[in-house]
């Protein structure tokens, strides 16, 4: 990992070792995470019996295989050895700055690996949307309300169907909220809006995709947008809205942590945060305008794709 990455991580550069080094196994992994738990040094046996209970795949594994993990984790300093006064000639792990500093980094890595899966998932399941369940086609009138961030806008699927015939884009439109940042999606219409007032003429568009933007926005604005949509959409037109699903917290605060509010993905407007939504509330919110009847509700776990019918 470059200086310039581990900083962004807010994690301080302990040594050229240090910053270089990440082939860490999940056993030491947990050592270091079990010792940073702890409220003092932890004795080898000790250590050995609790990774021993906590993962049967290692219950039978020889005590000697755990010492060659403690001396490894010695020599890359990432845990200091030593006796405790009355305990005779036991010796007790406890960890160093440098295996805080490599447990944290880990710990990123694995957040942040999470989060890209769950985007490469959405933009896997938006290819399919296109035509699949949005029944969208070439001649349709087409519009994305837009955090403006690439990995979250148009599927291939749906540029490639645009791309062919420059006149599309006279029917194709990237719908901007205040929030977004100064980008275009080529052969669209990018248009700034507000979210009780999108400068499109009513019964006009036949299909529309919301990308993570009720989240975006605070509950009246949130609420104003569906109505917004609702308007612009002509009888029949559909309506998919897509937001991130409610997961544990400490999975949650983390990204939201690591990612400085979701900002490295999604621009925000203000510091409010990345708001998540259970099925039952986004459906109860979509509902109020467009009646629950006329909702697909398609949990993809990190992700909610309410496709509304107007």
Same mark, same amino acid.
């Given at each position: ?101 490599? !447990? ?13 899966? +769950? $985007? ?6 938006? *290819? ?5 369940? +949005? ?19 148009? =599927?291939?699927?749906? *540029?490639?169907? $645009? ?13 901007? +909220? ?5 980008? $275009?999606?080529?052969?669209?219409? /990018?248009?700034?809006?507000? =979210?009780? /007032?999108? =400068? ?13 933007? !009720?989240?975006? !926005? ?16 002509? =009888?029949?037109?559909?309506? $998919? ?52 009847? *006329? ?16």
């Amino acid at each position: 990992m470059s200086k310039k990455n581990t900083s962004s991580l807010g994690l301080e550069k302990i040594d050229d070792k240090t910053s270089t080094y990440f082939s860490i196994s999940w056993l030491e992994l947990e050592v270091l995470k079990i010792l940073t738990k702890s409220q003092k040094p932890v004795y080898k046996g000790e250590m050995i019996n609790r990774l021993k209970s906590q993962y049967f795949e290692i219950s039978t594994k020889p005590e000697s295989s755990f010492y060659a993990i403690f001396d490894r984790l010695e020599e890359d300093k990432l845990v200091a050895l030593s006796k405790i006064k009355g305990e005779g000639y036991k010796k007790f792990l406890s960890i160093t700055q440098e295996g805080m500093f490599e !447990l944290r980094r880990a710990l990123n890595w694995g957040i942040s690996t999470i989060f890209e899966g +769950m $985007v490469e998932e959405l933009i896997s399941v938006l *290819n399919e949307f296109c035509v699949g369940i +949005m029944g969208c086609k070439k001649e349709n009138d087409f519009g994305i309300i837009s955090p403006n961030n690439p990995e979250f806008l148009v =599927p291939e699927s749906c *540029n490639a169907c $645009v791309k062919p015939v420059a006149a599309n884009l006279f029917h194709r439109f990237n719908i901007l +909220m205040p929030y977004s940042k100064d980008m $275009v999606i080529p052969y669209y219409q /990018n248009i700034m809006a507000q =979210p009780d /007032n999108i =400068p499109l003429k009513s019964n006009y568009l036949q299909r529309m995709m919301s990308i993570l933007s !009720l989240g975006l !926005l605070e509950g009246k604005q949130a609420n104003d947008l569906i109505a917004e949509v609702y308007r612009i959409l002509e =009888p029949g037109g559909k309506v $998919v809205f897509i937001e991130i699903v409610e997961f544990e917290s400490y999975l949650y605060e983390s990204l939201n942590k690591l990612t400085h509010g979701f900002d490295l993905f999604i621009p925000k407007k203000g510091t409010s945060s990345l708001t998540q939504f259970s099925p039952k509330l986004l459906k109860e919110k979509i509902g109020r305008v467009f009646a629950e009847e *006329n909702l697909e509700i398609i949990d993809m776990r990190e992700f909610i794709f309410v496709v509304a019918t107007k």
